[in-house]
């Protein structure tokens, strides 16, 4: 399915702020397909992305994991192995959302900081050649630090409201899965 043409700047947006990630790698024994409890484990590391119910995840050729309902990802997360003390601020993923986002109107819809996270949630619309603009998709932006990594967090063009939020709630709750005994 290919998105339409209004769309496509906003999946640039978010491939340029998670640009050059590498390291995802998923436990799963087959491709695009999450254990039964609803996680998407990576192999090397022992993070455990929590997924809402229905939602699956695949690794992708760049190494990012994708997520969502069945045949249509709407969750992007990228790892930076050894990045976590570079967990950006709200302000900083605002400044680079506002950076990435010249040729897009932008309302800041929820901004999130803890000490292991920074969330924002915004609303896109792209900025017609006739002094308009096209029409509204949310967005989600974030990072998470677990342990010593880096995980970026981003939506995909085509993500309902519905989408964003359970994403959000995915990147907030990203966590190291303990050894077994």
């Not at 069945?70 to 506002?98: F, H, K, S, W």
């Not at 900081?113 to 509204?136: C, F, H, I, M, N």
Request: negative net charge.
């Amino acid at each position: 399915m290919k998105a339409p043409a209004h769309i496509a700047p906003a999946a640039l947006l978010a491939l340029c702020l998670l640009s050059g990630c590498k390291g995802c790698k998923e436990e799963s024994a087959s491709p695009g397909a999450s254990p039964p409890d609803g996680t998407a484990p990576t192999h090397r590391s022992g993070v455990k992305v929590p997924l809402p119910e229905g939602w699956a995840a695949q690794v992708t050729l760049d190494d990012s994991l994708q997520a969502g309902p069945p045949g249509r990802p709407v969750l992007r997360v990228d790892l930076r192995r050894g990045q976590g003390e570079q967990l950006p601020t709200v302000e900083q993923l605002v400044e680079r959302v506002r950076e990435e986002s010249k040729n897009f109107e932008l309302s800041l819809d929820q901004e999130e900081q803890k000490e292991s996270y920074s969330l924002l949630r915004v609303t896109l619309a792209p900025k017609l050649s006739d002094g308009g603009v096209g029409p509204q998709a949310p967005a989600l932006f974030g990072a998470r630090r677990v342990g010593s990594d880096l995980f970026l967090c981003a939506t995909l063009p085509g993500a309902s409201a519905e989408d964003v939020r359970l994403a959000t709630e995915a990147c907030r709750d990203i966590e190291i899965q303990a050894k077994p005994r």
